[in-house]
């Protein structure tokens, strides 16, 4: 379980007019926010949405969506999966990348 009060005050960042209520493009970044690496595939099955203002949730739905998220299977990459990227920058199949790869790496997207 989650903390609904976390929840419910990162909800409230996003919550633009004050109604309470929680657009579901954001669903993704709230999850983040609460620190859960939850994949787009569970967020979209939750009900995230492409676009901005297409559909609305209040904040206890947001709190059980993300509860099912967390304990949803999937829901985040894993050791594997992070590895398995890696190799689509090792160029030479020899289990290793090279520098400029390196810096194009996804993890260090604040360069």
Same mark, same amino acid.
């Given at each position: 379980?989650?903390?609904?009060?976390?929840?419910? #005050?990162? %909800?409230?960042? $996003?919550?633009? =007019?004050?109604? *309470?209520?929680?657009?579901? +493009?954001?669903? *993704? =970044?709230?999850? $983040?926010?609460?620190?859960?690496?939850?994949?787009?595939?569970? %967020?979209? *099955?939750?009900?995230?949405?492409?676009?901005?203002?297409? #559909? +609305?949730?209040? +904040?206890?739905?947001?709190?059980?969506?993300?509860?099912?998220? #967390?304990?949803?299977?999937?829901?985040? *990459?894993? $050791?594997?999966? $992070?590895?398995?990227?890696? #190799?689509?920058?090792?160029?030479?199949?020899?289990?290793?990348?090279?520098?400029?790869?390196?810096?194009?790496?996804? %993890?260090?997207?604040?360069?």
């Amino acid at each position: 379980m989650v903390d609904a009060e976390a929840v419910k #005050k990162i %909800c409230d960042i $996003y919550d633009w =007019d004050g109604k *309470g209520e929680l657009d579901l +493009f954001f669903l *993704g =970044d709230v999850m $983040y926010a609460l620190g859960m690496n939850t994949t787009k595939k569970v %967020c979209v *099955g939750l009900g995230q949405t492409d676009e901005e203002g297409k #559909k +609305f949730a209040k +904040f206890d739905d947001i709190v059980e969506k993300v509860n099912a998220a #967390k304990v949803a299977p999937d829901s985040s *990459g894993t $050791y594997h999966d $992070y590895v398995e990227l890696l #190799k689509l920058y090792d160029k030479n199949n020899n289990g290793t990348m090279m520098l400029a790869e390196l810096r194009k790496h996804p %993890c260090q997207s604040w360069r």
